[in-house]
């Protein structure tokens, strides 16, 4: 009797979180303050984005099924929204930080993410997902931990070391922005960064004096686990460490099947996750080395990260030629090998890239199909626009969501096309309607002249397929039915094709987009909507009390008192939620 009183009146506390709360599932805090400081990490000092002062921005390292609550504080001059990029936001694309299910925060104001990570453990990030601010920063590691219980298919690492690398261009966001809006392409990057810093001066033509590079200190004998993460606008990357194996063990919430690379690209928007014994005699520093790939490597020398590995008993400086990137240029098939040989441990305990991933994919029916195509840029209205299947997608003022939820018409059309459309390419608001509980099948051809990488939210999906040329139903001969990697990003080769299988068991509203970011930002991208036609609130949490509204709904939001002490506020939410955590705490000692 007296712990049920206790239960009630924790809910009425934590219904002022709308996510419910399980008992035993910690609920993890945090603040992030977004604003623009000046930084030079290629010697040119220009605006980027901080994160708590920081560029990169800080690691968000919990556990699996903690309850995250993110504080979003917005000191840009301009709209935010922070996406999680990987992370499921399983029932709830409400928290997802994208145009098509959230209003952006404006200028000034802040907005609580809140969301349980679940069913995942593994490497992923945050960025901001607007106006091509990523080009600027504000992104950061995003960490699930296993729970004790829960094993990992490898000895617990020494350590855990988080390397965020892209391409950096010294203009900045709305730079590059008003280039892309006139029509212009950016043109080669003029770096590329590792950890918000530029290169190690391993070449002193290449690279200028009094550049702040990265250093990760290791001990020797030692096993780190080294997340890396391609945060760039564009450009795949060859990652490698001078004279260490690469050991792969997971991919965006999946562990791998174990196997050493000497490099591994990893194309915009992934992340892998590589064990790296220290086994070196330390004679040296060691370069760690992000490249780009498939371009002229005499035109890009200077687009290339270079950072520095040093032991405890290092015996002096990193010198001469930096390891050889793979030397592939008659070979367009090594780097597709190489994605195609990354394979799912299917052997593997803990969470399933999806709860229901353990099944075996491969016999599963497929119940609806997309022959998703891009093109090279084309002009629609005299403006440049990128587009999938002919459609270049234009966001709604109204997110898509929030348009379901208040019954609107007209905000969008459900028709997205399943092959490429003969006529003129269009601007539309068209997105995919996605069967609940159906299998999905979507071929992403590049027709374009560079590597695309595609993500879509809410999910991880199989990759089950790539290759060069035309995709046909005679290419489902080649498909991998058995240990493709379940991830949430995957490159398609130029000119070839890669397959992929989507259990849609997540209902929402998600993003399926190229992470290239200017073709994204010039309409690289649609929706998937899934609905659960029973009417329940099990299969997706309510719409969040703090929902914001904009567009045709615009009236009904209240203005948000901007000049409130926020330092207050900051603690005695805290202060509320370490009590929130007590009570939890309290009853599962109870029941
Ligand atoms: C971006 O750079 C331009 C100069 O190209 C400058 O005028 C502008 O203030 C900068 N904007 C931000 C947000 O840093
Ligand atoms: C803004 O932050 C305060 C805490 O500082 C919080 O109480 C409030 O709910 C936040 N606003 C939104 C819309 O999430
Ligand atoms: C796959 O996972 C199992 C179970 O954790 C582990 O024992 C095995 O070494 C892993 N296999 C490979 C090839 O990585
Ligand atoms: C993340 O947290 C785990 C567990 O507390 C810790 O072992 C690990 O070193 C942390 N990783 C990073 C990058 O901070
Ligand atoms: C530095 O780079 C330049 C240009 O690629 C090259 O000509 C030169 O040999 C390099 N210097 C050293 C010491 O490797
Ligand atoms: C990977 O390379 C390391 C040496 O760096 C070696 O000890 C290990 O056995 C290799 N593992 C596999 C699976 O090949
Ligand atoms: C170990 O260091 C010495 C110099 O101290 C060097 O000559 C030798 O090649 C190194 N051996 C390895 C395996 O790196
Ligand atoms: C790469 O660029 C250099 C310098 O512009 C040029 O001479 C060379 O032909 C280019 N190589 C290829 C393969 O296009
Ligand atoms: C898949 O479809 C085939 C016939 O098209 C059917 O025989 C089979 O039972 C189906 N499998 C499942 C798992 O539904
Ligand atoms: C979406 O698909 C479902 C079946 O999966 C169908 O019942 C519904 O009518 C479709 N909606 C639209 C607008 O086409
Ligand atoms: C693009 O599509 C056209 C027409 O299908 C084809 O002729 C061309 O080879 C394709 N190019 C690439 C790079 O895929
Ligand atoms: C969910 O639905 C049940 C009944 O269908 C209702 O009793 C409950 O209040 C609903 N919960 C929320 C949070 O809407």
Redesign the pocket.
Known sequence: MASRCVFSLFFTYIALFTSPCFAEDPIVNFEFVVSYITASPLGVPQQVIAVNGHFPGPTINVTTNDHVVVNVRNKLDEDLLMTWAGIQQRKSSWQDGVLGTNCPIPSKWNWTYQFQVKDQIGSFFYFPSLHLQRASGGFGGFIINNRDIIPIPFATPDGDIVILIGDWYTRNHTALRRALNAGKDLGMPDGVLINGKGPYRYNTTLVPDGIEYETIDVHPGKTYRIRVHNVGMSTSLNFRIQN??L?LAEAEGSYTV???YTSLDIHVGQSSSFLV?M?QNASTDYYIVASARFVNESLWKRVTGVAILRYSNSKGKASGPLPDAPNDQFDKTFSMNQARSIRWNVSASGARPNPQGSFRYGSINVTEIYVLKNKPPVTINGKQRRTLNGISFLNPTTPIRLADQFKLKGVYKIDFPDKPITGEPKMETSIINGTYKGFMEIILQNNDTKVHTYHVNGYAFFVVGMDYGEWTENSRGTYNKWDGIARATTQVFPGGWTAILISLDNVGVWNLRTENLDSWYLGQETYIRVVNPEVTNKTEFPMPDNALFCGALGKMQKPQDISSATSIMVNGSKLFLSLVMMVCAVISIFI
Do not use: F, I, K
């Open positions: 260490h194996n050991l174990q196997q050493n014994t086994d």
